[in-house]
């Protein structure tokens, strides 16, 4: 008898040829369970399908993400641009390495560098062979960048305050290498470098400095004293209230400094946040620090201002800081001449640390525009390297702290070419303060305490700013004749 499909079809649905079909003649015959037994199998197959599609596909996709066994690009990822490292390192060195061939002189250097070449030699031989700034070869076997164009590169990027972009179309370099080779620079210049920062000046130095200020009228007097802020574009949101300030309504980085008039940098603390005054930045100070544990030593050789002597050198500050007998503010409401006069006179010699951060941010302008780092350590590591290079082209244009023919002229302006009396500064040196490297507990502690009782002396710092006002009110009659 010839069998007839089932309701199904020729085979139940996902089924195969080996399914259980059977004919109508038979249905009196056919458990009652089929149904289910026929659902549960197709289910059973169903399953398996899916499960070896889906292990194919899972192999598939691991392949694909495996990393490639000898690198490369990967499918799908723009491929490397073709740039001529070889061209890049002709034309610099024929623009400014190549002696009195060279497309660009002395003058056109500096300007371009932001240092001499003497100062650019000294950096080169600090930073060629560390890190990046070394030669190489290429996935290619092919010379790599030059580490004199990337030098340059990272120095031209950090004087201008450009985008990390910026040089690729004139060095060959590209976005991602400038970003990471210029906080790699900062790090090597402040490894390599690190006497141009936080370092104390030697008795020699400070005499030179102090007769450069007696000569303007402030014997004893050793360099200005300020805080400047640095706006912080890329300040995570979560640390505005603390970085913000009344006057700054930008987040704000500040950076605490004490400059000569030669604007060469001797100390700095940067990276409090924005909302701290001066006030707060000497709380915390490391210049303060510094002071206290004997490693900026302020004792000197004795002085004398208006007949008084004094041993300890002292600075030029505004009107927020503390009555301390190192720190000589203005006069904020002068009642006479005596008193306009100084005010005048300490107002324009104050003015040391303003044309030092002036200075500064000018030569290197990443610090003009807003920080775009993310990182503090990373922007710390930009300030050192911006002072330091400062510092080595002070240092250069000097040639030394001496009695040059500017402090000649000073002289002669305040009419004491003639009388060298007035400038007798120094006697012997009578000590006093306990040697901060002594050995055994509390040393720093006893140092520490004495400073204070010396320095934190509201009357001491009258008796000086009093004794200046005289100072130079008998310079300017002595002038005036």
């Given at each position: 008898m010839e069998e007839e499909p089932t309701e199904f079809g020729d085979h139940p649905p996902g089924g195969s040829d080996d399914m259980i079909t059977f004919s109508s003649s038979e249905e009196e015959d056919v458990p009652m369970d089929l149904p289910?037994?026929?659902?549960?199998?197709?289910?059973?197959?169903?399953?398996?399908?899916?499960?070896?599609?889906?292990?194919?596909?899972?192999?598939?996709?691991?392949?694909?993400?495996?990393?490639p066994k000898w690198g490369g690009s990967r499918p799908g990822k723009a491929p490397n641009k073709s740039r001529d490292f070889a061209r890049a390192r002709a034309i610099l060195y024929k623009q400014y390495f190549s002696g009195e061939d060279s497309i660009y002189n002395e003058v056109d250097f500096e300007r371009r560098f932001r240092m001499p070449r003497a100062v650019f030699m000294k950096v080169k031989e600090a930073v060629i062979g560390e890190g990046p700034f070394k030669h190489h070869l290429d996935g290619r076997g092919k010379p790599g960048i030059d580490p004199v164009v990337r030098l340059t590169a990272c120095l031209r990027r950090m004087a201008c305050g450009t985008s990390s972009d910026f040089p690729d179309e004139?060095?060959?370099?590209?976005?991602?290498?400038?970003?990471?080779?210029?906080?790699?620079?900062?790090?090597?210049?402040?490894?390599?470098?690190?006497?141009?920062?936080?370092?104390?000046?030697?008795?020699?130095?400070?005499?030179?400095?102090?007769?450069?200020?007696?000569?303007?009228?402030?014997?004893?007097?050793?360099?200005?004293?300020?805080?400047?802020?640095?706006?912080?574009?890329?300040?995570?949101?979560?640390?505005?209230?603390?970085?913000?300030?009344g006057a700054k309504p930008s987040p704000s980085l500040v950076l605490e400094a004490i400059a000569d008039p030669h604007l060469y940098i001797w100390y700095h603390h940067f990276g409090e946040p924005g909302s701290l005054n001066d006030i707060n930045q000497l709380d915390k100070s490391s210049i303060v620090t510094s002071i206290l544990d004997g490693s900026f030593d302020l004792h000197t050789q004795p002085y004398r201002i208006n007949n008084a002597e004094r041993d300890y050198l002292y600075f030029l500050v505004d009107g927020i800081y503390p009555p301390w007998a190192i720190f000589i503010d203005t006069i904020a409401n002068p009642q006479d001449d005596k008193e306009k006069h100084f005010a005048a006179v300490q107002e324009g010699n104050r003015k040391d640390i303003?044309?030092?951060?002036?200075?500064?941010?000018?030569?290197?302008?990443?610090?003009?525009?807003?920080?775009?780092?993310?990182?503090?350590?990373?922007?710390?590591?930009?300030?050192d390297f911006c002072i330091i290079l400062h510092n080595m082209v002070v240092e250069h244009h000097r040639n030394d702290y001496t009695i040059n023919e500017w402090?000649?002229?000073?002289?002669?302006?305040?009419?004491?070419?003639?009388?060298?009396?007035?400038?007798?500064?120094?006697?012997?040196?009578?000590?006093?303060?306990?040697?901060?490297?002594?050995?055994?507990?509390?040393?720093?502690?006893?140092?520490?305490?004495?400073?204070?009782?010396?320095?934190?002396?509201?009357?001491?710092?009258?008796?000086?700013?009093?004794?200046?006002?005289?100072?130079?009110?008998?310079?300017?009659?002595?002038?005036?004749?």
């Open positions: 289910i037994r026929i659902a549960r199998s197709n289910a059973v197959q169903y399953i398996a399908e899916t499960q070896a599609t889906a292990g194919m596909l899972i192999d598939s996709s691991s392949d694909e993400e495996d990393p004139k060095f060959e370099i590209s976005e991602s290498v400038m970003s990471r080779d210029c906080p790699i620079l900062c790090r090597i210049v402040k490894e390599k470098l690190g006497q141009y920062l936080n370092t104390p000046p030697t008795e020699e130095i400070k005499t030179q400095v102090q007769l450069v200020n007696a000569a303007r009228g402030f014997p004893g007097m050793f360099a200005s004293w300020d805080c400047k802020h640095f706006p912080w574009e890329m300040c995570p949101t979560a640390l505005h209230g603390q970085h913000k300030s303003e044309r030092a951060f002036g200075v500064i941010v000018k030569q290197w302008q990443i610090l003009q525009r807003p920080i775009r780092q993310w990182y503090l350590d990373d922007i710390k590591s930009t300030m402090v000649r002229n000073v002289l002669n302006i305040y009419g004491l070419q003639n009388n060298p009396a007035q400038l007798t500064l120094f006697g012997t040196n009578q000590g006093g303060l306990p040697d901060p490297a002594a050995a055994g507990p509390g040393a720093i502690e006893l140092r520490a305490n004495r400073l204070c009782s010396v320095y934190d002396n509201v009357m001491r710092h009258r008796s000086l700013k009093d004794d200046l006002v005289e100072h130079n009110w008998n310079l300017k009659i002595a002038k005036d004749g």
